[in-house]
């Protein structure tokens, strides 16, 4: 049974791996809960094809702590890996891989709102599936802005509807109770991808661009429960990620596109047996009895 702690985590995943993860995570194949918190950790279970597991994460903000382990088809484990390095990976695969099916193919400003640990991530996933040649970060703290910037390699822009109104891509990970911008500041024909608020307290969309657009959900259970950008605009879901892979979905002449992502355990399943898997191949890990 193997370990992957964050380091070798991401010696096994590369972004572009866990985007591909990302369709078997999203197939019909599929099972999972809605997630519990027991105490002051969040325990979220799913089934992928043959395999199960199950993701423990820590809520205590500013400390990330947590693993995902993982079991095969004879329920033994497959092994264990590090929780929030996972969910930093996955919850940036996701809009990349909706990015590649929803953003029109010339799409080359990314605009993200929020600049926190998980923005290297979001950015990478968007770069890997768009030409992207600019990358503009608005956070409500300029400092926090700026270091992101620089990790990135983008620029600063505190005004959050003037960040808006440059974008062909707008990502948004933040823990917002308010849209992040005015619905005016964007042009038709933007891609969003929403993967920050995850309560039904919590919104980062303007009412009126959700009502407008065409909305992608991971999964409609999981967004009726927790999707507070989309129960706030009263709007439902036009397709899960799984309809567009299954052509069972295509986007209609909305002005808008939106990926409405609250995280889902298949994601953890799809990307954690990957990353084992690479790294069995490439020896990578600690063995464990």
């Not at 990302?22 to 809605?34: L, Q």
């Not at 960040?163 to 500041?185: E, G, H, K, M, N």
């Not at 999707?227 to 892979?245: H, M, N, R, T, Y």
Request: glycine share 8%; charged share 20%; with cysteine.
């Amino acid at each position: 049974m193997r370990y992957l702690n964050a380091v070798d985590l991401r010696a096994a995943l590369p972004m572009s791996d866990a985007i591909g993860a990302m369709r078997t995570a999203f197939s019909d194949d599929r099972e999972s809960t809605v997630r519990t918190k027991l105490g002051l950790s969040l325990f979220m279970p799913g089934r992928v094809g043959e395999n199960t597991g199950v993701k423990v994460v820590s809520t205590v903000p500013g400390d990330p702590a947590g693993v995902v382990a993982v079991f095969g088809s004879d329920g033994h484990l497959l092994g264990l890996v590090d929780g929030p390095t996972l969910t930093s990976i996955r919850t940036a695969a996701a809009p990349g891989l909706l990015t590649d099916l929803l953003a029109p193919a010339s799409a080359s400003v990314l605009v993200l709102f929020g600049g926190g640990a998980m923005a290297s991530d979001q950015v990478a996933a968007i770069r890997s599936v768009r030409p992207i040649r600019r990358v503009v970060i608005w956070s409500r703290s300029e400092e926090t802005a700026a270091a992101c910037a620089q990790r990135v390699g983008g620029e600063i822009e505190l005004d959050p509807d003037a960040a808006a109104s440059v974008a062909d891509i707008i990502s948004t990970a933040t823990p917002s109770q308010a849209p992040l911008f005015r619905s005016a500041a964007v042009r038709p024909g933007t891609h969003i991808n929403a993967v920050g608020a995850y309560t039904p307290e919590m919104i980062e969309i303007p009412n009126d661009i959700v009502r407008s657009a065409f909305v992608v959900v991971d999964d409609r259970v999981a967004a009726n429960e927790e999707a507070g950008d989309l129960l706030q605009a009263g709007k439902s879901p036009d397709a899960e990620v799984g309809d567009l892979l299954a052509g069972r979905a295509t986007r209609g002449d909305q002005p808008y596109t939106l990926f409405k992502s609250v995280g889902i355990a298949e994601q953890d399943v799809a990307t954690a047996v990957l990353a084992l898997r690479n790294a069995e191949r490439d020896d990578l890990g600690i063995e464990l009895e």
